[in-house]
């Protein structure tokens, strides 16, 4: 009895220790920083969410698909008006004319995407909340944000993030002009030691395939296109399917994008409702229906 209770002892004094030196997001003094080339180089991350669209501490970006990269190239964040932001590049020194600062963007693969909405979430083993170490920047704190923690990479973490993209335009609708948005979902996940790449696609050690190849370590788990087709009403389907399938409904809106569906943008369509009651008229030319909503 007395060596299970010593052996207790010492596996809680091991796991407060462990919760004892890792860094977090609310540590005062902060103990986490934004890394050198970075927009806020040096400046503490916090539980808040930052300019740029990103919240560490829930492991979520919600923002311009631009901005999940500017700021890691030294750029301030894109808050939606390109001119605004050609000339905030000329005012803060990046650039000397607006025209250069054109050129200049332009040259960043992602820039051309800026107007696209985004929305990720993922894990800890994809990006953790915590400095603890024992990841790809070293065996002990280091100030940065902890990726597959426990592993010398993300083979075996079981690391996966959820890639959310939305855009809304103009579409003619029975000939009406209506504000609609499309998604693009796209989930990874990180593939394990024994699992293997034939021509692009990781299969497991069994054969069962998995998904498309990614960034290496990971594989395309889940890929779906919601949204408006060139030929008529929203549908839901895959990139590639040439006709519409049935309406983007409400409830499928806010399943697949809980924290960007709205409805004032007409980013579902609701479908009418038949009623299979049929209608008593009164005397005085009201019906049962109406008299009930007075």
Sequence with gaps: MRTLKALLVVVCCMVYAGLVDAATLKDKPPTIFYPEGHYLEGWPRTVCRDMFGYNYQTHMFKGSYANVYLGGDGFPPYMGNTEMYYLAMVEYGYADTIEDAEAMLSELWYWGARDLDLYMKWNDAWLSNQDRGDDSQGTEPDGNLDRHYGYASYFDSGAALINIQSQTYEIEIDGKTQLVREYYYLKLKAVTSTDVLVDGIWYTEG???????????????????????????????????????????????QAGMPDMCTTKEHSWKKPAKKSGKKTVKQSDGQNNRSRGRR
């Design 207 to 253: 054969g069962d395939e998995i998904g498309p190849e990614i960034y290496g370590a990971f594989a395309i788990v889940k890929e779906e296109f919601y949204g408006p087709y060139p030929a008529g009403k929203p549908g839901h389907g895959k990139p590639g399917h040439g006709k519409p399938n049935h309406g983007w409904g409400k409830g499928n809106c």
